[in-house]
């Protein structure tokens, strides 16, 4: 279940194929020892697992958000996708 808390920090991770980097670099985000913050992570039309995975963290910790492109759109139109949805106070690109 999602909070309604507004966190102090979005972070923002655009991902296309990434399978191979995707869990340690989700993992290396959440095990941060600073915790208020969301973790929106948009996959861009991915061919292999990464939509999967990122669904799974998701469905694991409550702070990743996933957004999904049906195809590929590219790494900034993916961004503008996931800073309009960012609701924390400050945002930053993964």
Do not use: C, W
């Not at 915790?35 to 409550?62: H, P, Q, V």
């Amino acid at each position: 279940m999602q909070s309604s808390k507004v966190p102090i920090l979005s972070g923002i991770m655009p991902v296309y194929n990434a399978e191979k980097y995707l869990e340690d670099a989700v993992l290396s985000i959440l095990n941060q020892t600073f915790t208020d913050f969301e973790l929106l992570i948009g996959d861009d039309g991915s061919s292999d697992r990464s939509k999967m995975m990122i669904e799974e963290f998701a469905i694991k910790d409550d702070r990743v958000r996933p957004n999904h492109n049906s195809e590929n759109l590219g790494k900034m139109a993916t961004e503008d996708s996931l800073y309009s949805n960012a609701k924390g106070y400050y945002v930053v690109y993964h």
